[in-house]
């Protein structure tokens, strides 16, 4: 009996990172992410790394690994929030992002998910039916 042939993968587009998940964004979909949003925020356009393509594409992988790219993501639109461009640095570049801003803000908000898990393991344990336990008593 003849093999079939494996259906290929859908190939994913890694740049539209409007509607890729962000669990699945890679370096790529982060490079797309900043091009778009300094053209929203700032009106700049095109994108240019801090020192080069190189020097920045290898702190994306290496800030991915480190922090994930949903807590990456969210610090990221934290930085975007509180840029305040000037004529010497007129856009926000992913480099600049890793070097000097995301140290202060990574912390913050792994303690605001933190309180959050705890408050919604506190609702779990106060929403508890206990009324089965009186029946083993």
């Known amino acids: 009996m003849p093999r079939k042939k494996a259906e290929p993968k ?19 979909t982060f490079h797309a992410y900043f091009a778009d949003m300094n053209a929203e925020c ?3 356009s095109p ?24 807590l990456l993501r969210q610090a990221f639109d934290e930085c975007f929030r509180t840029y305040r461009p000037t004529r010497e640095y007129p856009i926000l570049t992913a480099g600049f992002c890793i070097a000097y801003r995301i140290n202060g803000i990574i912390p913050g908000l792994v303690a605001k ?20 336990v009186s029946a083993w008593l």
């Open 10 to 28: 859908p190939k994913i587009n890694r740049s539209d990172w409007r509607n890729l998940p962000v669990t699945e964004w890679n370096v790529r």
């Open 42 to 44: 700032y009106g700049s």
């Open 47 to 70: 994108y240019l790394p801090l020192r080069n393509w190189a020097f920045e594409q290898g702190a994306l992988k290496r800030a991915i690994a480190e922090h994930g790219a949903e």
């Open 113 to 132: 998910k933190a309180e959050e898990e705890r408050r919604a393991a506190e609702t779990r344990a106060e929403s508890t039916d206990y009324s089965e």
